[in-house]
């Protein structure tokens, strides 16, 4: 991770000492999630300790404003098995993620959505999918015909248009790219991520388009998302960012195609 472009980096002292090698990693990428993420955080460990003992989730602040890094330090006081990284300025999804892992030692990597939409839970069918199919990786996917899911019809068109763009452009047999939950073997997510182009949104794009050229297996998984974000609370996804994830895209399509 470039630690030379932000002016501040702290890390817990668990992670620093991170020498004993986990059976899974989740990072939780957190920004201006103050209000909830100490106990989303705290949720999401007691979820995962029911089916996995030895784990470990890595917060990681991705420069807020708000008090999202106290309440994250305030939630690994109270549980050992939550680190965390912190650094400023804002970088985005993509660099909060990639950076939890430059720290992860575990035989797997998840990433999780810290707004806990989707419940931890479907980890543990993950890790036996991905078992049982000797796969590389394990997405969510809104667009399986077994998912059941509570939200806005605008997300849904957004989610289809990102599908057929995909398609098109990198003829993935994915229709899903961007739900905010997915299983890695360690190796491979470690090997992927070490020369990303994006930050943003579209990291999960390059991600599964990198993943892809190199032939790794991936599967996706039906979800079940409960839509939480009030009215009044400005949409992460604006249309600059959906400009923004375009233009990255192409980037992407450009780089793996030299």
């Given amino acids: 991770m470039d630690k030379l472009n932000v002016s501040e980096f702290i890390i817990s002292e668990n992670l620093k000492n991170n020498q004993k090698k986990k059976c899974l990693c989740v990072i939780m990428p957190a920004y201006n999630e ?3 993420i100490k106990d989303n955080l705290l949720k999401a460990s007691k979820i995962i300790s029911g089916f996995v003992h030895n784990y470990q989730i890595i917060a990681v602040d991705d420069g807020s404003s708000d008090n999202t890094l106290s ?4 939630a690994s006081e109270s549980d050992s098995q939550i ?3 912190s650094y400023n300025p804002n970088r985005g999804k993509g660099k909060a993620i990639t950076s ?6 575990s035989d797997y990597i998840a990433f999780l959505d810290s707004d806990l939409e989707l419940n931890p839970m479907m980890l543990k069918s993950f890790l036996k999918a991905m078992k049982e199919k000797k796969a590389d990786i394990v997405i969510g ?3 399986h ?6 939200y806005p019809l605008k997300r849904r068109i957004m989610s289809f248009g990102y599908y057929v763009i995909l398609k098109i452009m990198f003829r993935l047999d994915i229709k899903d790219t961007q739900t905010g939950i997915k299983l890695f073997k360690s190796q491979v997510i ?6 990303m182009l994006t930050d943003g949104y579209a990291f999960d794009i390059e991600i599964l388009a990198r993943a892809n050229k190199a032939g790794c297996k991936i599967i996706e998984m039906p979800i079940e998302l ?13 249309f600059k960012t959906s400009k923004k994830v375009f233009s990255d895209t192409l980037k992407i399509k450009k780089a793996l195609n030299d």
Avoid: P, Q
């Fill in 100 to 105: 939890g892992i430059s720290y992860a030692n």
């Fill in 83 to 85: 680190s965390y990284i």
């Fill in 71 to 74: 309440e994250i330090i305030s």
């Fill in 226 to 238: 409960k839509f939480k974000r009030e009215r009044k609370e400005k949409s992460r996804i604006s």
């Fill in 141 to 143: 996917s809104k667009m």
């Fill in 190 to 195: 470690k090997s992927l991520t070490e020369n």
């Fill in 34 to 36: 103050g209000i909830h």
């Fill in 145 to 150: 015909k077994d998912s059941k899911l509570e």
